[in-house]
């Protein structure tokens, strides 16, 4: 049998074949179980040892250059394959958007997008917590304890059931919560903000039974009231794209923070409309309570596990649909939730205007 002549065919079909499918019936015809070469070498068996001596090495160099042969235009198929599939599938990026995009961005959505986008910028990173929550967690480790009229003053959403550890269920009345979590769970320094839904049995035209904060936190050493001003100010004047955003800040109380300050910012009416801009008692001006904020209590670091000699931190809580309401010009809260397209058509914002603050964060609507 001519070893060479049966080589030279098997490679010139291999070196012929222009897809992988044939290429693999190759490999069975020539190396399957019943292939010829695969025939070839059982005949090995019956053969005399001399006869074995010269034949042998030709048939296994049959096979070896027929391997070889095959895992080459093996790979010289797929190359070609991808090329073509690359060539194929270019996408152009300097084709033009859909005229009309469907669906669009929730401004909520869009407001919790330009305040991660002002705080990452800040340093602060993104933290969340669980909606429902455990009155440990929303009052007692706030210092709101058991008896604490401020317990009434949040018309909480209880369960029915307490958890494992006898602790009373409730859906989160604000995200005060995730300071606590926080804490336990990273220890400090902190800098976070937690944006999130909250809820309240509470409905009118400016409270609906769920609503969004954003928490922020910041403990560290050394942190003082001014930190907390300078944060503020900051972020509002980078929220509402203005320079002239003043603030004033008022004693309040809350019963995690001590002391605490209720931060109020200027406006101006022009055309019978609130703008925000220059200070509240020019005349014709006035001022709006914006947010609750203040140094975190003691015993509320102490409940987080820190030690309240070591570490000092502050607190805020913002109404996300409140300043979106304010920034965005809607006056009803209610069709915030409502589900309906028109207004989302009207207040939305396009998927591709990605707030960022290079670009300015308040996307054009
Ligand atoms: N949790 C408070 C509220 O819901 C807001 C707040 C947060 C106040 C943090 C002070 C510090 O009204």
Do not use: C
């Amino acid at each position: 049998m001519d070893y060479a002549a049966t080589g030279e065919q098997a490679l010139a079909r291999i070196a012929a074949a222009t897809d992988l499918d044939s290429l693999e019936k190759l490999r069975v015809e020539f190396l399957g179980k019943q292939g010829s070469i695969s025939g070839l070498l059982k005949t090995l068996g019956a053969m005399s040892p001399d006869e074995r001596q010269t034949t042998g090495p030709k048939i296994h160099a049959l096979r070896e250059s027929v391997t070889e042969a095959l895992t080459a235009r093996k790979a010289g198929l797929e190359q070609a394959a991808l090329d073509a599939r690359l060539a194929a599938e270019n996408i152009d990026l300097s084709l033009p958007a859909p005229e009309a995009p469907r669906g669009s961005i929730h401004p909520v959505s869009q407001v919790l997008d330009e305040l991660a986008e002002i705080f990452a910028d800040m340093g602060f990173a993104v933290a969340t917590g669980p909606e429902i929550e455990d009155d440990w967690h929303n009052f007692t480790a706030l210092n709101i304890p058991e008896s604490h009229p401020a317990r009434a003053m949040h018309d909480t959403f209880y369960f029915p059931d307490k958890d494992a550890e006898g602790r009373a269920m409730l859906l989160r009345t604000h995200t005060s919560p995730v300071q606590i979590r926080s804490m336990l769970r990273d220890g400090a320094p902190i800098r976070i903000i937690a944006p999130g839904r909250v809820y309240r049995s509470d409905s009118d035209a400016t409270h609906t039974p769920m609503f969004h904060q954003v928490e922020g936190l910041v403990i560290d050493k050394g942190i003082h009231l001014g930190h907390l001003k300078w944060t503020l100010e900051t972020f509002l004047k980078a929220f509402f794209e203005r320079d002239d955003i003043v603030l004033r800040l008022r004693p309040s109380y809350f019963p995690f923070t001590e002391p605490s300050v209720e931060v109020d910012v200027g406006f101006a009416i022009q055309n019978g409309k609130r703008v925000l801009g220059g200070s509240g008692d020019a005349p014709g001006h006035g001022w709006m309570e914006l947010l609750g904020s203040g140094m975190v209590n003691r015993k509320v670091i102490a409940a987080g596990g820190l030690d309240p000699d070591e570490w000092q931190g502050f607190a805020f809580g913002i109404g996300v649909d409140r300043i979106a309401m304010l920034k965005y010009g809607m006056d009803d809260l209610r069709a915030f939730f409502d589900g309906d397209v028109r207004w989302l058509q009207h207040y939305g914002f396009s998927p591709l205007d990605v707030p960022t603050l290079s670009a300015g964060v308040g996307a054009a609507a």
